[in-house]
């Protein structure tokens, strides 16, 4: 029997944790079904049976997790960059904000209806600045961007996952656990 150090053992629950993050952001999206083991799988660079959109979807998601301690929440070029890496190969406009209109369905009706695409620079750049001189709690702070995000919907695919990936980093600048809680697995299961 080998016995596994305190670093050991907290490796392999952040990887696990990462793992059921990334299964549970992806799958409250509703296009990606893979299970943790396949994601573990696609981690460890194994084969798996799937499209190639999901194992994408997978490994963008690993590196904007790996990169997310990089980025500060308040700057425009790192949510741009998130997006980059979250949707490369999965849409053409990759780190910049849609350039047409947009609306979220919610069966055959339009559930919201985004703002227009030549407001969306303006709405980001006062949501980032609100953002840097913000002095509310954590909590706060990062649920009321997380909405804001959602309501200007500022790209033209990916926008519920950055909105999660950039509440994660928020909360994780302020308690770096954050970066360990399955948060979206939960929000998934429930």
Known sequence: MTALTPTQDSLKLRKANRIRTIQGALAIEGNNTLSTEQITAILNGKPIIATSKEVQEVRNALKAYEEI?????????????????????????????????????????????????????????????????????????????????EFIYPFADGNGRMGRLWQTLILSQWNPIFLNIPVESLIYQN
């Open 69 to 149: 301690q990089d980025w500060n929440p308040d700057q425009e070029s790192h949510l741009l960059k998130a997006h980059q890496i979250l949707m490369t190969g999965l849409i053409d406009e990759v780190g910049q904000y849609r350039h047409g209109g947009v609306g979220v369905m919610s069966g055959d009706r339009v559930g919201h209806m985004a703002p227009p695409a030549n407001q969306v620079h303006r709405l980001m750049g006062e949501l980032l600045q609100w953002l840097a001189e913000g002095n509310e709690h954590p909590l706060i702070q990062s649920s009321v961007f997380h909405y804001e995000f």
